[in-house]
C-alpha cells in the first residue's frame, strides 16, 4: 500500500467512525430562503422585487468584476477579473456571512441621488461622479496569462552577440521581460536559443492595449527532458470609461454616459455630492422595491454605523421595512423617506422636489467598451461575395441588416442606403449587354492582327446573342452578378433593362 492509499484509508475510518471536522457541515434547518440557488440568496430582499429582476440579478451576479481570487503572483488563469477598491455592502441577507463574501468582495458602495439630471441618464445610461471614479469608485483590472515555449531546452539567455545592450533594456539576463515593465506593441517580449536554427531568437510583443507584466512563472512537469515552458502573466488596467457596464443588486443594469465633473453635480445642504445618479423613470416599470430599500437601508446604515439584514421573509405587512428604516433615519435627523433637499450644480438654485438619496452596493460587469468597439471603413472583404468579413477580431464590417435598411427607407435616406449597401460595402462596375440584357454575356476577347503580332486589340462581345456594339458598364453591388451566376446554374435567366437617364 502506498502512502496515498493509506491517507485515503485514514479518511474513510474517519467517515465511518462519524468524526466531526470543525466547520464542515453535512446538514442544514430547513428555512423559508432554503430554495434560493447561492446566487439568489445574495440578493438583498428578493421578495420586494418583481420577479424577472431576481433573475436578471443571478445573471449578473456571475459577471461582477471582484476578488475571485487571493493569489494573484501564483495563478496561471487565462483571464481574470478583480476589482481594485471593493467593498462590503451595508444591506445584505445572512448568506453573504455565511459563505463569508466579504473575502471576495464583489462590489462598491456608492452614494445614489434619484434624479433626471441633464440628458445623459436616459433609458438605462447612468452618470458617474468623475473625481469619484479618479478616486477609485469601480477601478479594476484583467489578469491575462500567455504560455510561451522556450524551445531549447538548456539555454535561455540572452547573447544577442550584435546588440546586447539594446535587449537587455527591455529583457532580463533569463530572456524573459521584467516583471512590472510596461508592455507596448513590437518592444522586444522574450528571447531564447533555438538549436535547430543554431541562434538566438528574439520574439516581439504583439498587443494593442497598454498593460503590464504582473508576473513570471518558469513551468516544470514530470517529463524528463521537458521543453522550457514559461507563463507571462500580463495585468490590463481597466478602470471605468464611457460605455462601460454597472448595475445595483435588483438587476438594475446602467452604462455609464458620462464622467459627470463633481462640482457640476448636484448636492444636498450637507454638501454631499452623488456618486452615481440614477434616472428615477427606472423605477416604475421596474417595479424593484428592494433596490428603493437598499437606498434607505444602506443610508442609515452609513449613519448608525451598522450593517443590515436584507434577508428576504424578514418583514411583514404589519411591520414594514420602509417604516423600520424610515425610523431609523428620522433617528439620525434625516427625512423619513430618504428624501433630501437638493441644490442644483449648475446654478445653485434649490430643487423644488425632494430628491431620494442613499447608498447602494453597485457591481461593475466585465462587459467594457474595450473589448466590444468596432470600427471601419474599408478593409477586408469575402473571397465569393465581395462583402465585407464579419467580426471585430478581423477587422471586419458592423452588419446592416433588414430593420436598418427598413429604416432608412422609411426616412426617405436613399443617398445613405445607397452609400451603405453599395459604395461601402461591395460595389462594382460590371459589363452588361443592353440588347439581350444579360450580365453574363459580355466577355472580352482579344484579337492579333497576322500583321502585327506584337499589338492585340481588346473588344467586348456578347455572347448570348453575339453583338459588340451594345456593351455598357454599370454599376452594381458585386453579390447581385453572384446572385444571377447562381440563378443562371438552375437554369434561370435574368434579364435586366437597363434605361439612359
Ligand atoms: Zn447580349
Not at 475571485?68 to 476589482?83: F, G, V
Not at 522550457?228 to 438587476?251: E, H, I, M, Q, W
Not at 471586419?396 to 426616412?411: A, C, K, T
Not at 454599376?475 to 447581385?480: A, D, E, L, T
Amino acid at each position: 500500500m502506498s502512502y496515498e492509499d493509506d491517507d485515503l484509508a485514514l479518511n474513510l475510518i474517519n467517515c465511518c467512525d462519524f468524526t466531526i471536522f470543525l466547520g464542515v457541515t453535512t446538514h442544514m434547518e430547513l428555512s423559508k430562503t432554503g430554495f434560493l440557488s447561492n446566487l439568489a440568496q445574495l440578493i438583498p430582499m428578493p421578495d420586494c422585487n418583481q420577479s424577472p429582476r431576481n433573475m436578471y440579478q443571478c445573471q449578473m451576479g456571475k459577471q461582477t468584476m471582484g476578488t475571485p481570487c487571493h493569489n494573484w503572483d501564483l495563478q496561471s488563469e487565462t483571464k481574470l477579473y478583480r476589482l481594485q477598491t471593493p467593498s462590503s455592502p451595508l444591506f445584505r441577507p445572512v448568506h453573504h456571512d455565511n459563505i463569508n463574501l466579504d473575502d471576495f468582495a464583489m462590489g462598491t458602495n456608492a452614494i445614489v441621488a434619484v434624479i433626471s439630471y441633464t440628458g445623459y441618464d436616459m433609458e438605462d445610461a447612468m452618470i458617474i461622479n468623475k473625481a469619484s471614479e479618479e478616486r477609485g469608485l469601480g477601478h479594476g483590472s484583467i489578469y491575462k496569462s500567455e504560455f510561451v515555449e522556450l524551445d531549447h531546452p538548456s539555454s535561455y539567455f540572452v547573447r544577442d552577440p550584435e546588440n546586447p545592450k539594446k535587449l537587455s533594456l527591455y529583457l532580463d539576463s533569463d530572456g524573459l521581460p521584467y516583471i512590472g515593465r510596461k508592455m507596448r506593441d513590437g518592444e522586444p517580449h522574450y528571447c531564447f536559443y533555438d538549436s535547430d536554427r543554431s541562434q538566438y531568437v528574439v520574439k516581439t510583443f504583439r498587443g494593442k492595449e497598454e498593460c503590464f507584466l504582473h508576473s513570471v512563472k518558469l513551468c516544470g512537469n514530470l517529463i524528463k527532458n521537458p521543453k522550457k515552458v514559461a507563463c507571462l502573466t500580463y495585468r490590463v488596467p481597466r478602470n471605468p470609461s464611457v460605455g462601460d457596464k454597472f448595475a445595483s443588486r435588483a438587476g438594475q443594469k446602467g452604462i455609464c454616459s458620462h464622467k459627470w465633473p463633481a462640482e457640476d453635480l448636484p448636492f444636498t445642504e450637507t454638501g454631499l455630492v452623488p456618486d452615481i445618479v440614477f434616472n428615477p423613470h427606472g423605477f416604475p416599470s421596474r417595479m424593484t422595491i428592494a433596490m428603493m430599500i437598499e437606498i434607505m437601508a444602506g443610508k442609515s446604515a452609513a449613519l448608525h454605523g451598522l450593517v443590515h439584514d436584507a434577508t428576504p421573509f424578514k418583514f411583514t405587512e404589519e411591520d414594514t421595512a420602509i417604516d423600520y428604516f424610515g425610523r431609523l433615519l428620522e433617528h439620525g435627523g434625516y427625512n423619513y423617506y430618504g428624501t433630501e433637499t437638493m441644490y442644483s450644480g449648475i446654478d445653485g438654485r434649490e430643487m423644488t422636489a425632494q430628491i431620494f438619496f442613499g447608498v447602494v452596493h453597485y457591481q461593475r460587469l466585465r462587459h467594457m467598451v474595450s473589448d466590444k468597439w468596432q470600427v471601419r471603413s474599408t478593409g477586408p472583404i469575402n473571397i465569393l461575395t465581395r462583402q465585407p468579413l464579419q467580426g471585430r477580431k478581423r477587422g471586419g464590417g458592423v452588419r446592416f441588416g433588414e430593420m436598418e435598411r427598413d429604416s432608412l427607407i422609411s426616412h426617405g435616406a436613399s443617398f445613405l442606403l445607397q452609400d451603405r449597401l453599395l459604395h461601402c460595402s461591395d460595389e462594382t462596375m460590371a459589363l452588361i449587354c443592353t440588347s439581350c440584357g444579360s450580365l453574363l454575356g459580355p466577355v472580352t476577347v482579344v484579337t492579333r492582327l497576322a500583321e502585327k503580332p506584337n499589338q492585340s486589340d481588346t473588344k467586348e462581345v456578347c455572347r448570348i446573342c453575339g453583338h459588340g456594339n451594345n456593351i455598357a458598364e454599370i454599376q452594381i453591388p458585386y453579390i447581385f452578378k453572384f446572385f444571377v451566376t447562381q440563378l443562371a446554374s438552375c437554369n434561370i435567366n435574368v434579364r435586366v433593362e437597363c434605361k439612359n437617364i
